[in-house]
C-alpha cells in the first residue's frame, strides 16, 4: 500500500468535501487525464484510473466512511488476505455497515439495521466514467465503444467467496441466523438487543478455504467494454445513463447504472449556442460594399449565400434550420453567420493611389455612420 496516494489527494481536495465538489473534482481529473485526449500515453493512464479509483471510494458513502477510519485496509479486498480473523477471508471484504458498529458498542439504538438481512439481494452501486466526441459526433450523434473499471462478481467462485468445492460451514456464534442476542444492563432493567454477528458479519457462514482470485471477497475489480449510442443534439457535460452496467449486485441483485460524462472538442470554425451554430465569415471590403457570393460551411456540407451590397461589419445572417437537432426531440436550430470585414494590408503605391483615388470620389451619403457620428460630436463642443 506504500505505494498508493491519499484518495483525497489524488482528487485535489479535503477531508470533509460536499458530494457536489467531490464531484466537479473528479470531472475535472478525469477530463484531464481521459485516454481519448492522451492517446498511447501510459502515465496519463494510469493517472485516469487512480481518479476513477478514488472517487469510486470516495463517492460511497460506506466506503468513504471506511476509508476514513482505516484508510486502505477498509476498502481494498485485496488488502490482508490470508487473515483467519472471519473464516479466513478479508474482514473488510464484505459491506461495513456503520449502523452495525454503532449497535455493536451502544446496544442496538442505533436504527434498524441489525434486522437487515445480510443474505437478501442488494443492487450495486453505480459507476461513473467519461467519453470525449467531436462537435459533429455530438450534433449528429454516434456510436461509441468505452472501456472503464467496475467491482465485479467473481467468475471464480461465483460471489461466494469460497475456493471452488469448499465448503461453508455455518457460523457458530450465531448458528446461521447473521445475528446475535445481547443482554446489557441498563437502570431500567436487563434489555436484550439483537446485533450482527461479528463473527461472519451478518451472512451466517464461514469461509473455510477462501477463493484465491478474489481472496474470499467474491468480488474483484475488472476493465469492462460496453457500446453506447450517443443521441444526436448532445451537449457538453450531460450524462448517459446506461443501465445495469456499473459495479455487480450483492447475492444476486441488480447492477448498479453507468453514468457517461459527455466531452465535446471545440471546432475551429464552428461555435454551439443552445441548438444554434455560430460562425464568423470574412469579407473584403470590395465583396462588402458591392455584394458577393460566398460559400459558407454548415453541418451538412457547404451552401452559397449571396451577401447583398453595403453588408456592414458584424452584420448578421441566418440560414435557417442548418443548426442542431433538438435532443430527444424534432426540429433544428438555426445557423447564424456573422460577417467581418478584413483591411487589406501591405499595399503596393498602385494599390494606394487607387483607394486614394477611390477615397476622393466618395461623398459623406457614402458613409452614414460616419457622417452622423461626427455631427454628435461637432454638436458635442458647440
Known amino acids: 500500500m506504500a505505494d498508493k496516494r491519499d484518495y ?85 471484504s464484505q459491506d461495513i455497515d456503520l449502523n452495525d458498529i454503532f449497535n455493536s458498542f451502544f446496544g442496538g439504538f442505533g436504527g434498524s439495521s441489525a434486522s437487515r438481512n445480510k443474505n437478501a439481494p442488494r443492487k450495486g452501486s453505480d459507476v461513473e466514467t467519461s467519453v470525449t466526441i467531436s462537435f459533429e459526433e455530438a450534433a449528429k450523434g454516434c456510436k461509441k465503444e468505452i472501456q472503464y473499471e467496475i467491482v465485479d462478481t467473481c467468475k471464480e467462485c461465483n460471489g461466494t467467496g469460497a475456493e471452488s468445492g469448499a465448503n461453508m460451514k455455518t457460523c457458530p456464534a450465531c448458528n446461521g441466523k447473521g445475528q ?82 459527455i466531452n465535446v472538442k471545440r471546432h475551429e470554425i464552428f461555435e454551439r449556442k443552445g441548438d444554434d451554430v455560430w460562425c464568423e465569415i470574412p469579407l473584403t471590403f470590395t465583396q462588402a460594399a458591392l455584394g458577393h457570393e460566398v460559400t459558407v460551411p454548415t453541418l451538412d456540407g457547404k451552401v452559397s449565400y449571396t451577401v447583398h451590397a453595403g453588408t456592414q461589419p458584424n452584420d448578421v445572417f441566418k440560414l435557417k434550420g442548418k443548426g442542431i437537432q433538438h435532443l430527444n426531440g424534432k426540429g433544428r436550430g438555426d445557423q447564424y453567420v456573422k460577417v467581418t470585414i478584413e483591411v487589406p494590408r501591405n499595399l503596393n503605391n498602385e494599390q494606394r493611389k487607387a483607394l486614394q483615388n477611390f477615397d476622393s470620389l466618395c461623398q459623406s451619403s457614402n458613409y452614414q455612420k460616419s457622417t452622423s457620428f461626427f455631427e454628435k460630436v461637432k454638436k458635442l463642443f458647440n
Request: aromatic share 8%; with cysteine.
Open 8 to 92: 483525497y489527494e489524488v482528487l485535489g481536495v479535503q477531508k470533509g468535501v460536499s458530494d457536489d465538489e467531490l464531484k466537479k473534482a473528479f470531472r475535472k481529473q478525469a477530463k484531464q487525464y481521459h485516454p481519448d485526449l492522451h492517446p498511447n500515453d501510459k502515465e496519463a493512464e494510469a493517472k485516469f484510473k487512480e481518479v476513477n479509483e478514488a472517487y469510486e471510494v470516495l463517492s460511497d458513502k460506506e466506503k468513504r466512511a471506511r476509508y476514513d477510519r482505516f484508510g486502505f485496509a477498509g476498502v481494498d479486498p485485496n488488502y490482508g488476505a490470508g487473515s483467519t480473523a472471519y473464516g479466513g477471508g478479508n474482514p473488510f
Open 180 to 261: 446475535v442476542t445481547v443482554s446489557k444492563r441498563t437502570p431500567f432493567g436487563v434489555v436484550q438487543t439483537s446485533q450482527t454477528c461479528d463473527r461472519c458479519r451478518g451472512k451466517g457462514k464461514i469461509i473455510e478455504k477462501p477463493c484465491k482470485k478474489c481472496s474470499g471477497a467474491g468480488r474483484i475489480r475488472t476493465t469492462k467494454t460496453v457500446n453506447v449510442t450517443v443521441p444526436a443534439g448532445i451537449g457538453q457535460d450531460q450524462i448517459l445513463n446506461v443501465s445495469g452496467h456499473g459495479n455487480s449486485g450483492y447475492n444476486g441483485g441488480p447492477s448498479g447504472d453507468l453514468h457517461v460524462y
